[in-house]
């Protein structure tokens, strides 16, 4: 893989830099949060030693894997022409710190990388931000936001969203049931009441009744007592003229 790489054609501008997936020894001359510049010895520009090559650990500050001064072992991973700027990337994790024995004769673990960043990247080498909304437009429906392959309409007919009948219908089946219980709660009051009133009438009726028939009893023994009283007195009378 390394062979295949390497015989990439290359810009002459970068004539004069150090070869790609070479070893070297260098000075690390400044150290920022999202890696380490490295400075190679008989080279003029400095390499970036990004946070994610430090090592195959996750590292969260550099300044904790070097600092400014130390010599470490990198390899070159990376060398590009932006304008007038050459860029050298270069890798730590690829190397062993120690004896400087390179830990990626391959060339894997740089293609993977290689790959994992042109990803987030087109051709314009700008950063692709995605969208909630694809920026299209349909030439078969005239709508935004879809491509023409994914489109369902028809052409030249336009489409929208019903209210599906099955959601409707267990709301309504739930109101009328809802009323169907309040007249019947409120049949069953009237009833109640409707039964109380008679069975007060019925009482009242009752209690008349028999506050007359004994107002009746009463006045037959009054008068049957004064029948007997005048038989008394006549039967009095009588033998008083007898003797």
Same mark, same amino acid.
């Given at each position: ?6 015989? #990439? ?26 890696? $380490? ?17 430090? !090592? $195959? ?35 730590? #994790? ?49 709508? #935004? ?7 369902? !309409? $028809? ?21 009328? !049931? ?6 019947? #709660? ?28 004994? !107002? ?28």
């Amino acid at each position: 893989m390394s062979d295949r790489v390497g015989s #990439k054609a290359e810009p002459s501008g970068l004539d004069g830099l150090p070869p790609l997936f070479s070893i070297s020894k260098g000075e690390v001359v400044s150290v920022q949060t999202y890696g $380490a510049f490295v400075r190679l010895p008989g080279y003029k520009n400095q390499g970036l030693v990004h946070v994610s090559e430090m !090592s $195959a650990s996750r590292v969260e500050n550099p300044s904790e894997i070097v600092d400014v001064g130390e010599q470490v072992w990198i390899k070159v991973i990376g060398r590009e022409i932006h304008g007038e700027k050459v860029k050298l990337s270069f890798s730590m #994790k690829a190397v062993n710190q120690g004896t400087g024995r390179d830990l990626d004769p391959n060339n894997v673990m740089a293609d993977q990388d290689a790959r994992r960043r042109k990803q987030f990247k087109d051709g314009t080498r700008n950063k692709i931000t995605l969208e909630a909304v694809l920026n299209t437009t349909c030439s078969k429906c005239g709508c #935004k936001g879809h491509f023409t392959k994914d489109c369902f !309409s $028809a052409p030249g007919l336009q489409y929208t969203l019903l209210p599906e009948e099955d959601d409707e219908e267990p709301l309504q089946q739930t109101s009328t !049931s809802a009323n169907r219980e309040d007249t019947d #709660k409120r049949k069953k009051k009237k009833e109640k009441k409707i039964k109380k009133k008679r069975k007060k009438e019925r009482k009242d009726s009752e209690s008349d009744s028999g506050s007359d028939s004994s !107002s009746e009893c009463k006045s037959k023994r009054q008068r049957h007592d004064r029948e007997d009283k005048k038989k008394k007195k006549h039967k009095k009378h009588k033998s008083h003229k007898h003797s």
